[in-house]
């Protein structure tokens, strides 16, 4: 089938007539009784026109190949390129998450050797006392003026996903007399050194 006839074709099948096209392209009517006989081509803004008017494209009118109305735009490259490293830099983060957090907690201390009960005194130590003083102070009587811990009774330890910490406190009352007592925490880690801590019963 011939560019011609595809218009012919076409023109027929919206139920136009050679001047009614003629007059929508703003050309003569010899002009398109010329194309549908294929004594002359259109040129590529009246192909343009022509697709638009009777609702193809311009690949079918040129070629004819009904495939091309649906021709798939393939990326370039250097685009697929691009998306396949932001892809497998998503994937291994969202793996290296994963693993870090389902890592029993040695994989933090490993740095640490010795030096592991410590930083984890020393880092949430002050805090656990700050964020438990109600829970600590309820059943004494006694007007208390501060509560101090002792890092030197330090003991933590670490299982699975969890960190056992206990160490003394001092209670210094307004009387200036003081009560060591023992308190021991379970924090259950939720990132690299990031745990939610609770009282242990």
């Given at each position: 089938m011939t560019i011609g006839t595809r218009i012919q074709k076409l023109r027929t099948q919206k139920g136009y007539t050679q001047e009614y096209l003629a007059n929508q392209l703003g050309i003569s009517r010899q002009a398109v009784h010329k194309w549908e006989k294929n004594e002359t081509r259109p040129d590529t803004d009246n192909l343009i026109l022509l697709a638009?008017?009777?609702?193809?494209?311009?690949?079918?009118?040129?070629?004819?190949?009904a495939k091309t109305t649906t021709a798939k735009k393939h990326l370039p490259v250097w685009v697929k390129y691009i998306l396949i490293i932001i892809i497998t830099a998503v994937i291994t983060f969202t793996a290296t998450v994963i693993y870090i957090a389902n890592r029993p907690v040695s994989f933090d201390a490993g740095a640490c050797g010795g030096g592991f009960a410590t930083a984890v005194y020393d880092q949430y130590a002050d805090t656990l006392i700050a964020d438990n003083y109600f829970h600590l102070t309820r059943d004494i009587d006694r007007d208390i003026v501060s509560i101090t811990p002792v890092r030197d009774s330090r003991d933590v330890k670490y299982e699975g996903k969890a960190i056992y910490m206990s160490f003394d406190i001092i209670y210094t009352f307004d009387d200036l007399t003081t009560e060591t007592d023992n308190i021991s925490f379970i924090g259950e880690r939720k990132w690299i050194q990031n745990y939610k801590w609770r009282l242990a019963q």
């Open positions: 638009e008017i009777l609702g193809t494209t311009v690949e079918y009118i040129a070629v004819g190949d």
